[in-house]
């Protein structure tokens, strides 16, 4: 079975401060790791995704993520934040099962506050 | 753009009434999935498709069934809507796994 914790409920962070969002999964065989962004009143959007190769993933507006097999995390980190990165942010895995269906299981998301 | 498209934003129900969520993709994905949003607990997985009129339960199908006719289309059907079911409910789609899912904006549904 795999699960995934998304540590903190909630962050608040000022405008221009850095931010990381905490994420670590379980899981007995290899996986494969996204974070999705959700805005307010709107679906999940794919943020970034680790399947292979580099551990660090980025996304196109400054987010980025690094998979640590060792620590069993896969933790979201921006520089600087944005008003605009107010949102909430799921991180979901999946394994990499041989037959059936491979089930992905989310997180149960981090609000992002970012505070002017 | 590829696009996953869920018929209604907000919809109210009364309690026992057969409710019908509709789901459609223009990506020509093989699977879609139909999850309800509830705060504390994430997203929970309630039925997937991974193929036209095949379906498979998630973790909670109690209450609910679906229907895929079409390989573009995925309804999630509330047999007897009660008030526990009020949630949102986010459908998605995907390519061959593990590609990551693009989603609907989601049906906010109150049950009263």
């Known amino acids: 079975a795999q699960s995934v914790t998304q540590l903190d409920s909630q962050v608040p962070v000022f405008e221009e401060a850095p931010v990381e969002l905490r994420c670590n999964y379980s899981?007995?065989?290899?996986?494969?790791l996204f974070w999705y962004v959700q805005y307010p009143n709107q679906g999940l959007q794919l943020l970034l995704k680790?399947?292979?190769?580099?551990?660090l993933v980025e996304s196109i507006n400054g987010f980025e993520a690094e998979f640590n097999k060792s620590q069993t995390s896969f933790h979201l980190r921006k520089p600087s934040v944005h008003i605009s990165d107010t949102a909430e942010y799921f991180c979901?895995?999946?394994?990499?099962?041989?037959?059936?269906?491979?089930?992905?299981?989310f997180g149960i998301g981090t609000k992002l506050q970012v505070i002017p | 753009d590829v696009k996953v498209t869920q018929s209604s934003r907000y919809l109210v129900k009364r309690t026992g009434e057969k409710v019908f969520l509709e789901c459609v993709q223009d990506?020509?994905?093989?699977?879609m999935f139909w999850y309800r949003q509830d705060p504390g607990l994430g997203l929970r997985l309630i039925y997937f498709?991974?193929?036209?009129?095949?379906?498979e339960k998630g973790d909670i199908p109690e209450g609910y069934s679906v229907s895929r006719e079409k390989k573009e289309r995925f309804s999630l059907i509330l047999e007897s809507a009660s008030t526990n079911q009020t949630s949102m409910y986010l459908c998605?789609?995907?390519?061959?796994?593990?590609?990551?899912?693009?989603f609907g904006s989601g049906t906010r549904l109150t049950v009263v």
């Open positions: 998605a789609s995907s390519t061959q796994f593990p590609y990551g899912y693009t």
């Open positions: 899981s007995s065989v290899s996986v494969y």
């Open positions: 680790y399947l292979s190769g580099s551990t």
């Open positions: 979901a895995v999946s394994s990499d099962n041989s037959g059936g269906y491979q089930k992905v299981t």
């Open positions: 990506m020509d994905h093989e699977n």
């Open positions: 498709s991974y193929d036209v009129k095949m379906k």
